[in-house]
Each structure stands twice: as structure tokens, then as C-alpha cells.
């Protein structure tokens, strides 16, 4: 998703401040993933992600009637609850007619939990005919062309705050750690557009000192380069476009390759420049042990740490999705699917098609991910901020408390906002989320 947009001739409030944020005081106190979905010709229909045809003898009412059920269809996060239930217990017949009856309620314009169960009912029954693995593919190949796409993901951006506050979070960090260098190199583990450095580099760019010589390795891996419909080319040129606006001296290094398998020797590490190593919503797509004996995750922390990075950032998914066992995994993917898609609806209308499109292409994919998706396959493995901090600690880390002051005005800028969306500090981080659910987490270590 895209911290901001390509335009930088024009500010507003919320630019000018984001720039504030990085120009931090001397004292102290970057959506997923890539992203896709399906076609919708009529949103007021229900639009299965999957060929799915439940195998009925008898009509599906019939088949209801021998299901024991006695939660009312309009709490549907119970009745999805069931469904999944009946699945992980092999109660196929029970799961295919709670299924059929969901299918009837669920819908792309309704209620926040309604639109989610969409999703859920099609990961569900991915998952009972084996096949989410090749309905992940086909949703990341069905991704709109690449403006439109950079299209939805700013709306993303826009429409939820939690996002671009864990961005501005990890670029006041960074600025913060290295305001007195003179050369600066930041190391992007998920590039994607490039548009978190904008608002850095208009910052940079107005150091009373003279700006510093900025450099920025781009990580992308191929797969979402697809996302983009062209390579890490177009995020070099409108970086460089900047740094020729702002008048501050910019180099930039494309590295198309997996995070996971990025050496030190890929990334040109120059003894006279201060290290800044940046991880937003990327991270839990790399395996831990549980996935691979060698534990790449960790594996890819200790490589970083061995950089001797003067700030590393962390912004992450706030929930425990990697190792739990389905049904467990089921229910925390669904609370907090459920709190997103409660936020969204409290900005765009049930019936706008930018909100319909900023679902299926930006959300559906990843929740498909998670429920279908057994060992390698499930890519999408949140884990909680304390898990983190567990890694990296054990990676040799050591907190970089976030400064009050950007904590304040990020606080200050949320309540443009609902005054359901919550800000919690949290031993130096920064915890985001709507009403009692914590969604995104940001955390700066060196």
C-alpha cells in the first residue's frame, strides 16, 4: 500500500505535518503485501472467489434441517465460527449446508461483518476442496492493471489511518537516528512504490545544515513487480525525481530478489554512510521454523543485525496468526478482519464501488491466504509485537523507543479521524487499531 501519493507539488495538512514528523527535535522524550481480488459486475449479488458447487442430493433447506444449529443467522460471526468448526472436525455434510444457508446472507454491500463473511465462506470452502493454494495464485493474477491498483491501495492508505501512521512512525525513527549524518544509506525490505520516502526525503531536503547524500536499496521480490506491471525501474525515477525537485543528492539501488535471500553482499554496504534498515509489512511473509528448519526469519535478522544498522524499523500486522492451529487461527482472522472492515465502513459508504474494490483487491486475498492455506503455501503469518520483540531481541537488538514527540502528533492527527481508532505506547512502541483491537504495530531497534 502507498504511504502517499506520487504528487508532491501540493500539501496538505496532514504532508505538512507527516514532514514535521521527520524534522524530530535533537531531544528525544512503510497495503498487503501485494494485493488483488475478483471482478465484480454487480455488487449487490454475492461473487464466490471459487467455482464451489455444494454436492447435494437432496435441496440444501432438507440438509439444514438434520444440522443441529442454535445460534440465530444474524450473528454471523458465530454461525461463521460453526462453519469452520464443522470443517475442522471432518463434519462435512453439517459444513456444506451452513455453508449454503451463509452464502444467502453474506454480501459485498452489507454489514462490516457480512462483506467479511463473503471472504470467509470462499477460504472456508477453499480450504475443504484443498484448492487455496491455486485460489491465491489466480486472485494475485487477476490483479487490475497497475495504476488502478496503486489506486486502491492509496485509498487503503487513506481511509485507514493506522497504516500511514505506522509508516510516518518508522520515518520519524529514522530521521531521528540519523539526523546528524552526512551520508545516509536506507535499506527497504518491501519497496513496493517507493512513496514512504517522499515525505523523508522533503525533510531531509530542508536540514538547516544542507541536506545529507541519500541512498536507498529498493527490495522487491518478482512476484509483486507483477503487482506493479513494470519493475523496481519506475520507483528509481520518481525518486530521482524528487531528490532533483528538493535539490538533494539521491541514489537509488533496485534489488528484485525474496527477502529472505538477500546477502550482504547484495546490498553494498559503504563503511562512510549511517545504516537505516526498514521492514513494513513484510516481515511475516518470510518462514520461521515452523515452516523451515532453517528459520528464515530469524535467520534474515541476525543477517540485518550483522549490518550494524543505526536504527532498524518494524511495522507489523498486530495479531497471531503463524503457528496456532486452525480453528485458533480462524477466530483471531476473523476478529481482526472484523475491526478493519468496522473502520472502513465508518469512512466509505456500504454501496461505494471504491470501497468494494479496495476490499476484494486489497483484503480478500490475504484472509483467503490464511484460512485456506496450510504449511509453505500460507504466506500471510501475523505474529504480535511481543513475538517480535522476542526475535529481535534474540537476533541481538535492543529497543529504540519512538519519540514522544512524533507519538504526539500522530495522536494529535488521529483524532482527524473517528475517535474510535486508539493509539497505545507500549514499552517505546506504538500500538494502532479501532475500538479495543489493536491492528498495527511500529517499533524502531538498533
Not at 274 to 297: K, M
Not at 385 to 412: D, E, Q
Amino acid at each position: 500500500m502507498a504511504p502517499d501519493s506520487d504528487e508532491a507539488t501540493t500539501s496538505t495538512n496532514t504532508e505538512l505535518d507527516e514532514r514535521k514528523i521527520a524534522q524530530v527535535p535533537k531531544s528525544r522524550s512503510r497495503t498487503s503485501s501485494q494485493v488483488s481480488g475478483v471482478q465484480v459486475s454487480n455488487p449487490h449479488r454475492q461473487y464466490p472467489l471459487t467455482s464451489y458447487q455444494g454436492s447435494y442430493e437432496n435441496r440444501p433447506e432438507k440438509r439444514l434441517k438434520e444440522v443441529a444449529v442454535d445460534i440465530p443467522l444474524n450473528n454471523m460471526k458465530q454461525w461463521l465460527v460453526k462453519c469452520a468448526e464443522a470443517l475442522s472436525e471432518n463434519k462435512i455434510v453439517d459444513f456444506e449446508a451452513l455453508v449454503e444457508k451463509a452464502r444467502g446472507v453474506v454480501s459485498i454491500t452489507g454489514e462490516p461483518i457480512q462483506r467479511l463473511g463473503a471472504y470467509i465462506i470462499e477460504g472456508l470452502v477453499a480450504r475443504h476442496e484443498s484448492s487455496g493454494t491455486n485460489i491465491y495464485r489466480a486472485l494475485k493474477c487477476r490483479a487490475p492493471e497497475s495504476n488502478e491498483l496503486l489506486s486502491y491501495m492509496r485509498i487503503l492508505y487513506d481511509i485507514c489511518p493506522y497504516f500511514k501512521f505506522g509508516y510516518m512512525a518508522a520515518n520519524g525513527a529514522i530521521a531521528e537516528a540519523l539526523r546528524n549524518e552526512n551520508r545516509i544509506h536506507i535499506i527497504d525490505f518491501q519497496i513496493a512504490q517507493g512513496t514512504q520516502w517522499i515525505t523523508l526525503i522533503q525533510a531531509l531536503a530542508a536540514r538547516p545544515g544542507g541536506p545529507p547524500h541519500v541512498r536507498i536499496t529498493g527490495i522487491d521480490d518478482p512476484v509483486s513487480e507483477y503487482a506493479r506491471g513494470e519493475n523496481l525501474q519506475l520507483v528509481g525515477k520518481m525518486l530521482y525525481e524528487m531528490s532533483k525537485k528538493f535539490n538533494i543528492p539521491l541514489e537509488f539501488n533496485a534489488l528484485s530478489v525474496y527477502g529472505p535471500n538477500v546477502t550482504r553482499d547484495m546490498l553494498d554496504i559503504r563503511p562512510d554512510e549511517a545504516l537505516a534498515v526498514n521492514f513494513t509489512l513484510q516481515l511475516h511473509h518470510t518462514p520461521d521454523e515452523s515452516v523451515d528448519v532453517n528459520n528464515p526469519r530469524d535467520g534474515l535478522l541476525r543477517m540485518v543485525k550483522g549490518l550494524s544498522p543505526k536504527v532498524t524499523t518494524l511495522v507489523e500486522h498486530e495479531s497471531n496468526s503463524n503457528t496456532t492451529p486452525f480453528l485458533t487461527r480462524f477466530v483471531e482472522t476473523l476478529d481482526y478482519y472484523s475491526a478493519m472492515f468496522e473502520s472502513i465502513d465508518a469512512t466509505l459508504a456500504r454501496d461505494s464501488k471504491e470501497r468494494i474494490s479496495v476490499e476484494q483487491h486489497c483484503l480478500a486475498k490475504d484472509i483467503v491466504n490464511m484460512i485456506a492455506c496450510e504449511g509453505k503455501e500460507r504466506v500471510e503469518r501475523y505474529e504480535l509485537l511481543g513475538k517480535w520483540r522476542s526475535r529481535l531481541t534474540m537476533a541481538g537488538f535492543k529497543p529504540y523507543p519512538l519519540s514522544s514527540y512524533v507519538n504526539s502528533v500522530i495522536r494529535t492527527l488521529l483524532a482527524c479521524y473517528s475517535d474510535k481508532y486508539t493509539l497505545a505506547e507500549k514499552d517505546g512502541a506504538m500500538l494502532l487499531g479501532w475500538k479495543n483491537r489493536s491492528l498495527i504495530s511500529a517499533s524502531a531497534w538498533h
